[in-house]
């Protein structure tokens, strides 16, 4: 079974700083897609960035990109220039195929310093 | 606007008495799902529809059902809720199962 692991339950990062969220995934699969949202105070799921498993490029979406490591079931969300307004809850999700079940991680909590 | 409809936000019931969370979408989307949110466990996925009467468990599907009768519409039904069922639920719609979009949640305590 399909399992994704976030070892970082809490985080903390300074204004303006760098912070890199983890995320390890396990599957046998070679088609799949990873993704990564945002669950601010207001506890909507907010989509931040996606990877194909088949696209070796990393996903970026303005402050937000990944390094996806597929060998090592590795993908990891790095936010530059850190803003009070990425604290939130961030989880990482693995996709299947196109089977439509979203398998997500526990969660890592960001804290942004002012 | 395109969006996930959950009604309603927040519910208090009582034990065994059955309830229905709406789910509606305006994507005309073939995909749809039911997550729940527990402190610690993440999301976790109760049961999905990838078209009109197709509809298959997730990984907690005990306790919940749920129909696909029209596209836009999902609704998860608790015929006897119990207090391990308090929770944060979520409704998710996917045009090709690649990418959800969520509704706004539904907090649901049963006391």
């Known amino acids: 079974a399909q399992t994704v692991t976030q070892s970082q339950p809490e985080m903390s990062v300074q204004e303006a700083e760098t912070v890199t969220l983890s995320c390890t995934y396990d599957t046998s699969e070679s088609d799949y897609y990873l993704f990564w949202y945002k669950q601010p105070p207001s506890r909507q799921m907010i989509l931040v960035i996606r990877q194909e498993a088949y696209k070796q490029q990393n996903a970026t979406e303005n402050r937000f990109s990944v390094n996806f490591q597929k060998a090592a079931k590795s993908f990891s969300l790095k936010i530059s220039d850190s803003q009070l307004g990425d604290a939130a809850m961030y989880f990482c999700?693995?996709?299947?195929?196109?089977?439509?079940?979203?398998?997500f991680g526990k969660g890592t909590k960001l804290s942004v310093k002012p | 606007e395109a969006q996930v409809t959950q009604n309603p936000r927040y519910l208090i019931t009582v034990t065994g008495k059955k309830l229905t969370v709406t789910c509606s979408q305006n994507?005309?989307?073939?995909?749809m799902s039911w997550y729940r949110q527990d402190p610690g466990l993440g999301l976790r996925q109760i049961y999905y529809s990838m078209n009109v009467e197709v509809t298959d468990k997730g990984d907690v599907p005990e306790g919940y059902k749920v129909s696909r009768k029209e596209k836009r519409n999902f609704p998860l039904i608790l015929e006897s809720p119990s207090p391990n069922q308090t929770s944060l639920y979520f409704c998710?719609?996917?045009?090709?199962?690649?990418?959800?979009?969520f509704g706004s949640g539904t907090r649901l305590t049963v006391v």
């Open positions: 998710a719609s996917s045009l090709n199962g690649y990418g959800y979009t």
């Open positions: 999700a693995y996709l299947r195929g196109s089977q439509g079940n979203l398998i």
């Open positions: 994507m005309n989307h073939e995909y």
